[in-house]
């Protein structure tokens, strides 16, 4: 038997309508937002570094002043994020707290290295381009706050998208070493790329409350499905070798059925034991430590502000 706030928050769940931070919600309902947005503001800012990390080597003024914005982006991100699960109830410092400690997850896919430069092409296309595809989905998720903030973003990723892709065109298209490098890239970025949409369905712990909540629109598969297929095109036109030779056009399903993952890597990755794991977490430890003096300046000044007032 469901109680009258029960119904009501099913009510607009069922008509499209938002839930907004002041509304009764579900404690479960709250619990699973803050974790995927807080997850997901994580992963935006952790997934600075392995960008960051070739900022000083992009190979032009142009693609460096590019590579700056995109990742200044992606702090940007990581704030609308961190802002939108406040609105659940949780503090900022909780939820660095529960990234720095391995409570909470950030994103496989910034656990591998960057090696060289068409690495960073091929995040921007791929990465971010996975990225998009559920994000797109997310922007008509059931909370308010996330779903404003996702269509905010995806404006800003989208962009991201177009940039790395043109990079791996300029590299594709380049002399044989450089379109060596681009197919490398694409050799390793693609398989934890399609890992980015998380578990089979099947396996998948949280889905099927998300679904029936709308916080998630579409399973971890059927994105996966439409990253997949619409990659195909891409490579195509790179004039690169798709990775996945067992790939093959379906005409009764209508997409591309391809090559089941490697998921002892998956679960290894985000349980802590991929390439960078380590190296992402103590880097942020680090920034955190010494951006200390910035956070109690902004409190003191915070805190006089409030005692004029008051005077
Ligand atoms: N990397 C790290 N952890 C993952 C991944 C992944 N690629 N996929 C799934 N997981 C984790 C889940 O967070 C969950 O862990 P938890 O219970 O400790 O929180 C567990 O594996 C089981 O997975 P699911 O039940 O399928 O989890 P969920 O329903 O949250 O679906 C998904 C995972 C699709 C990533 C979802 O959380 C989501 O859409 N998040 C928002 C988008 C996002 O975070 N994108 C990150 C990359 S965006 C960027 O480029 C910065």
């Known amino acids: 038997m469901m109680t009258p706030e029960e119904q009501n928050f099913m009510r607009k769940i069922e008509a ?11 404690d479960t309902y709250r619990k699973n937002l803050i974790r995927q947005i807080s997850q997901h503001a994580h992963s935006e800012v ?45 503090s900022r410092s909780e939820m660095i707290e529960q990234l720095q400690t391995g409570k909470a997850k ?19 296309w791929l990465v971010d381009g996975a990225a ?18 996702m269509i905010r973003i995806c404006k800003e990723e989208s962009f991201h998208q177009r940039q790395g ?22 050799n390793r970025f693609y398989w934890p790329s399609l890992m980015m949409f998380g578990p ?19 399973t971890n598969d059927d994105l996966r499905q439409k990253f997949v297929d619409q990659t195909v095109k891409q490579i195509e036109v790179l004039g690169l070798e798709h990775p996945d030779k067992n790939l093959q056009w ?35 430890v680090a920034a955190h430590e010494e951006g200390e003096w910035v956070r109690d300046a902004i409190s003191a000044y915070n805190e006089k502000k409030r005692a004029k007032k008051a005077q």
């Open 165 to 186: 892709y043109e990079a791996m065109l300029a590299l594709s298209k380049g002399s044989p070493e450089q379109k060596a490098m681009a197919q490398d890239a694409l």
């Open 250 to 284: 379906n005409e009764a399903r209508g997409h591309y059925d391809s090559s089941d993952l490697n998921w002892d890597e998956f679960w290894s990755v985000i349980n802590g034991n991929g390439h960078c794991n380590r190296q992402r977490i103590e880097h942020h």
């Open 46 to 90: 952790i997934g600075m570094q392995p960008e960051g990390n070739w900022i000083t080597r992009a190979p032009s003024l142009r693609r460096k002043a590019v590579l700056l914005s995109k990742v200044q982006d992606e702090a940007g991100h990581g704030l609308y994020l961190y802002s939108s699960a406040e609105t659940l109830g949780i």
């Open 16 to 26: 499209e309508e938002k839930i907004e931070p002041k509304d009764w919600m579900p």
């Open 132 to 149: 998009i595809v559920n994000q797109v989905s997310l922007q008509r998720t059931s909370y308010g706050p996330y779903s404003r903030g």
């Open 200 to 218: 089979h369905d099947s396996e998948s712990a949280h889905s099927q409350k998300s679904m029936e909540w709308k916080i998630k629109r579409e």
């Open 106 to 124: 950030y994103s496989s896919i910034f656990n591998y290295p960057t090696l060289t430069w068409a690495d960073v092409a091929a995040i921007g």
